[in-house]
C-alpha cells in the first residue's frame, strides 16, 4: 500500500504485532536493527537478548528459563559513558567497549548490529 508507520514503544512485546522491522535503542542510539523474525529468533546485541528474556511468557513449563539480569550502573542519558552506551551494564563487555563506540554492521542479511563483538577489525 506504500504506507510507512514509525510505532515507538518500551514494550517489545507490542512491537512485535505491529512491526515488519524493529530498531532497537539504548540511550537514545540504535543498537540493533532487523525484521522482526531475525530479532526474536536470534538477537545479537547483549541489551536486545537482556529486553527479550524480560518478557513474560505465560507458559509454566517455560517459567524456570533462564533470564539475563542487567547489573551495573545505568548511565545518564544527558551525559553518556564514552565507548559503547551500554558497557557499564553489558555482561559480555570488554576493556574495548569502554573506548569505542561501535558503528552498526551488518551481522546478517536482515540484521544490522553495533557491538564489538561483531566489529570486522577485532
Do not use: W
Not at 541489551?47 to 513449563?61: G, N, Q
Not at 544527558?78 to 551500554?86: A, L, Q, V
Not at 557499564?88 to 563483538?117: F, G, H, K, Y
Amino acid at each position: 500500500m506504500g504506507l510507512s508507520y514509525l510505532f515507538i514503544s518500551h514494550g517489545i512485546q507490542a512491537v512485535k504485532y505491529i512491526s515488519d522491522k524493529i530498531a532497537v535503542m539504548y540511550l537514545g542510539k540504535i543498537v540493533e536493527f532487523a525484521r522482526k523474525e531475525e530479532l526474536f529468533a536470534n538477537p545479537r546485541h547483549p541489551y536486545t537478548k537482556a529486553l527479550l528474556s524480560a518478557v513474560p511468557i505465560p507458559d509454566p513449563k517455560l517459567r524456570n528459563r533462564e533470564r539475563l539480569i542487567l547489573t551495573g550502573d545505568l548511565p545518564s542519558p544527558s551525559n553518556p559513558p564514552k565507548g559503547c552506551r551500554f558497557h557499564t551494564r553489558c555482561p559480555v563487555a570488554t576493556e574495548r567497549c569502554s573506548s569505542i563506540n561501535p558503528e552498526l554492521v551488518q551481522t546478517s542479511e536482515d540484521s544490522l548490529t553495533a557491538c564489538v563483538l561483531y566489529e570486522k577489525n577485532c
